[in-house]
């Protein structure tokens, strides 16, 4: 039986515009799942949202890495426009979830980003728990990220569905015995809690 879903922000609660701002800094399309790969890959973000690096820090080694011409405040401001509003629907459809399920955020982010949606909206509230990378000091798909949220919900990986929208964190979660689902909006995340 499901008692905990765990959620990702950025692509299922969040709306992100990662692909056009991204593509745009470093001038060529950018498919997104080259990007989920990308970014756990590469040293500037994984140090980032691992918390090994402050904002200003990122900014210097992203503009090296990737062989930038763009000011260390030009994509600090790209960066902080990754992630746009929640999506429609999502305090509601949370909040309608909250009565039957234990809810937790797991999300690769930074401080950057985190403090930008926490100033502007509330749907943190919602959550029992959150497990930010950053924090954590490590990032999905890494194995030991999803070890550390089932140890600490304290609870069996069968009892927990995972919701995200990078289909190698999906993989991931099912590995380790987590009923995971690919979705791209709180609306398909409640349409497969409503078909259990």
Known sequence: MITHLIADMG????????VERMSALLGRA?????????????????EFESGHTNFDEFATDFIRE?????????????????????????????GQLKHS??????????PAHYQKLRD????????????LSYQLGLMKPDAT??????????????????????????????HLGINAYQVHSPQELMAVVNGW
């Open 66 to 94: 990737f062989d930038l011409t763009a000011t260390q405040a030009e994509v600090q401001q790209e960066f902080l426009n990754f992630v746009q509003a929640p999506m429609t629907d999502c305090d509601e459809i949370l």
């Open 30 to 46: 950018i498919p997104i799942d080259e990007l989920h790969y990308l970014w756990i890959s590469a040293r500037a973000p994984v």
């Open 145 to 174: 990220i999803f070890h550390q949220v089932v140890t600490q919900l304290d609870v069996a990986p069968e009892a927990i569905a995972f919701f995200d929208d990078g289909r190698r964190n999906v993989e991931a979660a099912r």
């Open 120 to 131: 502007r909206y509330d749907f943190f509230d919602q959550f029992d728990q959150l497990f």
């Open 101 to 110: 399920y234990h809810l937790s955020l797991l999300s690769n982010t930074n």
């Open 11 to 18: 692509g299922v609660l969040v709306q992100l515009e990662w």
